[in-house]
T-cell receptor, first 113, second 114 residues
Framework: GAGVSQTPSNKVTEKGKYVELRCDPI?????LYWYRQSLGQGPEFLIY????????DSGLPNDRFFAVRPEGSVSTLKIQRTERGDSAVYLC???????????FGPGTRLTVL | GENVEQHPSTLSVQEGDSAVIKCTYS??????FPWYKQELGKRPQLIID?????GEKKDQRIAVTLNKTAKHFSLHITETQPEDSAVYFC?????????????FGKGTKLSVKP
């Protein structure tokens, strides 16, 4: 079956711009996670959704970052006033429930010039 | 919060040899420990995981051991093959309840020489 998908695969933007990154989880998966991976590092947790609600947003670095999952399926990560330090690969993962293994998407490579 | 340390950062072995990667964690409440393999430019893929109610789990050439008292767990790959070359990440998590996010180590770059 279809795995987790993310769009776009690459995004280049200028400092100060707004970007949206999309995640389509595996159908039926109630838990959805966003991570950020910098070069040579492990993924770093950003936010976790259980259904439509953000169960844990403690990993969001500041208030420029926001994520939604309005219908409990697709999620959008939104970054306002992008900074060069935001450049990274943004990974989305989903699991059947919070008790199950997480399946990762291919990521969106964000480059802020 | 949880902190996961992973060693070594790079590991080079000859094809057919074994490879061992070790991780320690800090939060005794962590109860789920997956290992992910990530090839260059690809997504992390789960290769094996272990929960805190068991001490060892094996799947063909891959095994993971967990020592809850010492708060460390290890990945063992036997009879390594060139296609095992990748970056391996360990992670720890508290599953059940309001959490579930993975805390990752910094990764081990494994190179298997033919």
């Amino acid at each position: 079956g279809a795995g987790v998908s993310q769009t776009p695969s690459n995004k280049v933007t200028e400092k100060g711009k707004y970007v949206e990154l999309r995640c389509d989880p595996i159908s039926g998966h109630t838990a959805l996670y966003w991570y950020r991976q910098s070069l040579g590092q492990g993924p770093e947790f950003l936010i976790y959704f259980q259904g439509t609600g953000a169960a844990d947003d403690s990993g969001l670095p500041n208030d420029r970052f926001f994520a939604v999952r309005p219908e409990g399926s697709v999620s959008t990560l939104k970054i306002q006033r992008t900074e060069r330090g935001d450049s990274a690969v943004y990974l989305c993962a989903s699991s059947l429930s919070s008790l199950d293994e997480q399946f990762f998407g291919p990521g969106t490579r964000l480059t802020v010039l | 919060g949880e902190n996961v340390e992973q060693h070594p950062s790079t590991l080079s072995v000859q094809e057919g040899d074994s490879a061992v990667i070790k991780c320690t964690y800090s939060d005794s409440a962590s109860n789920y420990f997956p290992w992910y393999k990530q090839e260059l430019g690809k997504r992390p893929q789960l290769i094996i995981d272990i929960r805190s109610n068991v001490g060892e789990k094996k799947d063909q050439r891959i095994a993971v051991t967990l020592n809850k008292t010492a708060k460390h767990f290890s990945l063992h790959i036997t009879e390594t093959q060139p296609e095992d070359s990748a970056v391996y990440f360990c992670a720890a998590s508290i599953i059940g309840g309001s959490q579930g996010n993975l805390i990752f180590g910094k990764g081990t770059k494994l190179s298997v020489k033919p």
